[in-house]
């Protein structure tokens, strides 16, 4: 399967899913919460270049180091924030399975 549909498959289905899945009620409202975890792709803009298609993202840019990851998965924690938590650590292994694919 080629790594773009790996990739995006994994950013958008995959969070489709489990708001489908867990949050039946909600599960718009859950999704886009979700999807908002692409928002740490801003950190990108930090780069130079912007884009850079052998890059992995992971521990180079601010939003995708170890540390953020870590505080990601607290997020998991509390009920408060575990939809933001989910987006964030979905986005983190979306772009983790990129860099093993390259």
Do not use: E
Not at 23 to 39: S, T
Not at 51 to 76: E, G, K, Q, T
Not at 95 to 101: I, M
Request: glycine share 4%.
């Amino acid at each position: 399967m080629p790594q773009p549909i790996v990739h995006y498959g994994i950013h958008f289905l995959l969070p489709l899913v489990i708001a489908v899945l867990c949050y039946k009620k909600q599960w718009k409202h859950a999704y886009f919460i979700m999807l908002c975890g692409m928002l740490i792709d801003l950190d990108h803009l930090l780069a130079t270049p912007v884009f850079s298609a052998n890059r992995c993202s992971i521990n180079f840019h601010p939003l995708h180091s170890y540390v953020a990851i870590a505080i990601y998965i607290l997020l998991l924690l509390p009920k408060k924030t575990r939809l933001i938590g989910l987006g964030l650590v979905i986005h983190i292994i979306a772009d983790s399975v990129d860099c093993a694919l390259m």
